[in-house]
């Protein structure tokens, strides 16, 4: 997996398999609850997966819980994938932490902290509430951590959209704010993304990662029409011919695929994952940035995906295409594609269903009835 420096390497290291005595015992409590095997589906799944990650049966709740959104612009918007302005992202960040975004909305309904990482953002940010992670974060209105790493991508299609060094310290950025997140008491950690022109870094990555062709992982992103889009795959084509040689070492050397094609949240969101994981804490993914990140995280740590937990299926056609090569099941099929994390914290309340169904449902011995 090429080389990593050693305090990225200790968290990789850290990353464990599912608890095989825990799974065993999720699934012969799930029996045991009074109701037909199986009939709650997917959420039995989940509560045993939960139970193997935590090595423990029932499992801890997933509450509190924290999103993390990680904001960076991209190179490759030069190339005119998007009509949407590159300002736009700046713009947003500010929109999140003045709680207008539709991510602050839906937080606030779940209960979960909100906290806005400025890892890659090209643009001045109007001024905020910021903050710097090693610190103790205020409470109340979405922070914005100052961790930018540079000031956006470089064009993927042209160059390398980052420096190997570049990649390394995103990812480095993503496990201190999870750790950081968990260390103030989270207790499940959800995805979030913001990047004018990110579907294009995330296409490209998906097609490096899961071997799939452009046409056949690269969507409309913010809404494009027909000539935008078929450019918009003709440039995810240019990116990965560009970087054939990275890309044919995409099982030995993720984070050169990564620093080659990917976004700075991309490398934030990957770090988040793998730190999450090595906490045995889960984390429920959002759309197809947060899949393309995850794909970065389990070419890294195969193990990774104990923890990871896919919130929703993006209408962007990509995402399918990442679910399927992290081997994991969407929650959720809304035909979201805003990104933010808003797909994500619409599936929190189901995990944590899953999670009290385990812990608090009757058993047959306890309500007296003969199987």
Known sequence: MGELPQDLRRVVEAIRPADPAALSAGRERQR???KPPGSLGVLEDVSVQLCGLAGSCPPPLPVPAAIAVFAGDHGVHAQGVTPWPQQVTALMVANFAAGGAAICVLADQAG?????????????????P???????????????LNRRVRAGTADLSVEPAMSRAEAQQALRVGVEVADHLIDRGARCLLTGDMGIANTTASAALIAAFAGAEPAAVTGRGTGV??????????VVRAGLALHREVVGRVGRD???????LGGLEHAGLAGFVLAAAARRVPVILDGVIA????LVAQALAPEVVAACIAGHRSAEPGHLAALTQLGLRPLVDLDLRLGEGSGAVLALP???SAARILR????FADAGIQQ
């Open 291 to 294: 899949g393309a990140a995850a």
């Open 112 to 128: 979960a902290e909100l906290v806005v990482v400025d890892i890659g953002v090209a643009g001045d940010l109007p001024a905020g």
């Open 350 to 352: 189901l995990v944590v």
């Open 360 to 363: 608090d449902m009757a058993t």
């Open 130 to 144: 910021r903050a710097d992670p090693t610190t103790d974060l205020p409470t109340g209105s979405p922070v914005v």
């Open 32 to 34: 045991s609850l009074t």
């Open 254 to 260: 993720p984070v050169g695929v990564l620093a080659a």
């Open 225 to 234: 029409d027909e000539a935008t889009h078929a450019h918009k795959i003709e």
